[in-house]
Structure formats: structure tokens, C-alpha cells
T-cell receptor, first 113, second 115 residues
Framework: EAGVAQSPRYKIIEKRQSVAFWCNPI?????LYWYQQILGQGPKLLIQ????????DSQLPKDRFSAERLKGVDSTLKIQPAKLEDSAVYLC???????????FGPGTRLLVL | AQSVSQHNHHVILSEAASLELGCNYS??????LFWYVQYPGQHLQLLLK??????LVKGIKGFEAEFIKSKFSFNLRKPSVQWSDTAEYFC?????????????FGKGTKLSVIP
């Protein structure tokens, strides 16, 4: 089966610009996660969706980050405006409902200059 | 909230050496535990997981991990490493039975295997 797809793979922007990342989960997976992985650290959960509803966004910096999953399939994560400290890899993962095995996409590497 | 500590930042081994990577977690209740691996240029992949039952868990590629509840540990082991095991290894935890599958990861251990 196809894995989790993410685009773009790389993005370079200047601070205060906006950027958006896209994720397409594995077909049939109801739960979708966005993680931020800063260099030298493990992934940190930003937001979790169950179908098109938000389960947990407690670690999402809501003043600049937003995410949506309107039809319960694809998801977008947006940063506006970006800061230098947002430079990281943004990972999308998905899992079947009621399953704890998460499957990760290749990530989008963001560099903010 | 839960947390995960991985003791080694970078481990360098020769082929055929034995491997043990340490992982300790902090959480007041029951947990599910995971080891993920990221090979160079590839996605994070699940190596093995522990939910309940036998505390010795076997995963892919000859890896195993032992859950020691009294020590809050879930160390990863492999008796004989290969060059292809060069990767970064992440330990992760999620509270069990809470209906929430949010993984909390450690900082990772980079393993370099020298041929």
C-alpha cells in the first residue's frame, strides 16, 4: 500500500514569510498527526486529527501555526509568519482508528533565513 | 505529562559487536512503548512495540527490547550489529488506554556501525 505522502520535501523562506505543507495519509487511516522535529531532538507532536476533527492541539503555537483537515483525508499545516526557530523537519503520520501504530511520511525540511 | 530519556547521543560500534541502547521514561500510569528507526534518507519506521504481556519484545531485523517496569526502562538490544544498522534510533511512549495515541519521543541515539 502507498505510504504517507508529503510535499514539498524542502522549503527555504525568509522570516516573516508564510509557508504551507501538505500531507496525504495512508488510505483508510482516520487519525493524522503533525510533528515538528528540530535538529538533534525527537519529533514533538503539534496536532492530532481524528477524521476532520482536532483531538489535541495543545502544543501548536496558535499565534502563527494553523492546520486543517477539511474532508478528513488530506491535511495542510501553515506557518504565518515564520520565525527563525521554526526551522525544522515537519513530519506527518497517520494511523488506523484505535490503532497505536503510526506510519510516518518523509517529512518537509524547512529552513527559515 | 510523560517524558523519555535516551542516554546515548551517539554510539559507534564495529560490525558483529553487541548493541544495547538505553531508554527510560517518566509517567505515573501504564504505558505503551516503542522503538522507531530512521535509516539515512528514509522515513521513521517502527522497529518494535510493547503494549502488554511478555516484557521481552522481538522486532524486525533481529532487534529486541525488554520492558522493566520497576526501572521504567525499555532498552533496545541486538546481539550482533551489521553495517546496515547504521541509523538513528528513537524511543517513544504513549499512555495506554487513554484513547490518545500521542507519541512522546526521546532525543534519539545515532548508531554508526564500522565495517
Amino acid at each position: 500500500e502507498a505510504g504517507v505522502a508529503q510535499s514539498p520535501r524542502y522549503k527555504i523562506i525568509e522570516k516573516r514569510q508564510s509557508v504551507a505543507f501538505w500531507c496525504n495519509p495512508i488510505s483508510g487511516h482516520a487519525t493524522l498527526y503533525w510533528y515538528q522535529q528540530i535538529l538533534g531532538q525527537g519529533p514533538k507532536l503539534l496536532i492530532q486529527f481524528q477524521n476532520n476533527g482536532v483531538v489535541d492541539d495543545s502544543q501548536l503555537p496558535k499565534d502563527r501555526f494553523s492546520a486543517e483537515r477539511l474532508k478528513g483525508v488530506d491535511s495542510t499545516l501553515k506557518i504565518q509568519p515564520a520565525k527563525l526557530e521554526d526551522s525544522a523537519v515537519y513530519l506527518c503520520a497517520s494511523s488506523k482508528e484505535a490503532s497505536t501504530t503510526q506510519y510516518f511520511g518523509p517529512g518537509t525540511r524547512l529552513l527559515v533565513l | 505529562a510523560q517524558s523519555v530519556s535516551q542516554h546515548n547521543h551517539h554510539v559507534i560500534l564495529s560490525e558483529a559487536a553487541s548493541l544495547e541502547l538505553g531508554c527510560n521514561y517518566s509517567y505515573g500510569g501504564t504505558v505503551n512503548l516503542f522503538w522507531y528507526v530512521q535509516y539515512p534518507g528514509q522515513h521513521l519506521q517502527l522497529l518494535l512495540k510493547y503494549f502488554s504481556g511478555d516484557p521481552l519484545v522481538k522486532g524486525i531485523k533481529g532487534f529486541e527490547a525488554e520492558f522493566i517496569k520497576s526501572k521504567f526502562s525499555f532498552n533496545l538490544r541486538k546481539p550482533s550489529v551489521q553495517w546496515s544498522d547504521t541509523a538513528e534510533y528513537f524511543c517513544a511512549v504513549t499512555p495506554s488506554g487513554a484513547g490518545s495515541y500521542q507519541l512522546t519521543f526521546g532525543k534519539g541515539t545515532k548508531l554508526s556501525v564500522i565495517p
